[in-house]
């Protein structure tokens, strides 16, 4: 991932977050119209509070991770008042990066629900200007205190790339720019080796992109503030298990 933006990107979020951050003083407040029976919608959101810190926000997704390895789910804020009390306002409290894949749909493997996170899917979690400033833009605009670069076991994307990467033959259409965008974890598995390269550089690109976030320049003195945690995360197909591999808040 780029850590150095664009200078037109730059002068475009600089320009534009007072704006953006104005327009999201709606988003951000816990208020809500009233449901169309007279009554608040506020009693059918989830019974906890939005965690404020990296840490209750990592320990709210281990929580329902867990729940969700064990089946014994909770199906918080997936009601039609849960609905209504987000739809003019949101204050999500963790950014997700994932895969495209159909089986790792974050707000299902952590048992959330509508308004509690952004969420972000590009293939292998392969990552570009457009992707960076939407994992940004929740922590820059809204105070969101926790980023999640969640890989998974057995990424076709990761597959394919290695493939294409290893045998010198572009991928068809734009597909190329993913395999371009994974070389580093590719580049990373060459040099660890072992009996899985796949796996090593499905991996290796979590741990490379969560760095890469939480060091770049926009997001690196909120890590520093200790307002923000990026986290490298890892998913099994086949226990459902979340494995935290890097970052993870204290």
């Known amino acids: 991932m780029d850590s150095t933006a664009h200078p037109d990107r730059r002068a475009l979020l600089a320009g534009g ?9 709606g988003c951000s407040s816990t208020s809500a119209a009233p449901s169309a029976s007279g009554a608040s919608p506020t009693s059918s959101a989830s019974p906890e509070a939005r965690p404020a810190t ?17 089946g014994d789910l909770h199906h918080p804020d997936r009601d039609p008042n849960r609905r209504q009390l987000v739809a003019q306002t949101q204050e999500p409290f963790g950014s997700i990066l994932a895969c495209i894949d159909s089986r ?41 205190p926790l980023i999640v670069v969640l890989g998974h076991q057995r990424c076709g994307a990761i597959e394919a790339a290695y493939k294409s990467i290893r045998a010198g033959k572009p991928l068809p259409g734009s597909l190329e720019a993913i395999a371009k965008a ?9 040099r660890e080796g072992g009996t899985d390269p796949v796996e090593t550089m499905a991996r290796a ?3 490379l992109t969560a760095a890469d976030l939480r060091s770049n320049q926009d997001l690196a003195p909120l890590v520093r503030k200790g307002t923000l945690a990026v986290v490298g995360a890892y998913y099994s197909l086949d226990t459902g298990k979340v494995e935290i591999l890097a970052g993870a808040p204290s």
Request: no cysteine.
């Open 182 to 190: 994974l070389r580093p974890a590719y580049e990373q598995a060459v």
């Open 104 to 144: 790792v749909p974050p707000e299902l493997l952590f048992d959330t629900g509508l308004g509690d996170l952004y969420v972000m899917r590009t293939g292998g979690e392969a990552v570009g200007p457009v992707v960076t400033g939407s994992v940004e833009y929740g922590p820059m605009t809204s105070g969101t």
């Open 17 to 25: 977050l007072a704006v953006a951050t104005v327009a999201l003083a």
């Open 205 to 207: 690109q979590v741990t």
């Open 54 to 70: 990296p840490a209750a926000a990592f320990a709210r997704l281990v929580d329902g991770n867990k729940r969700w390895v064990s």
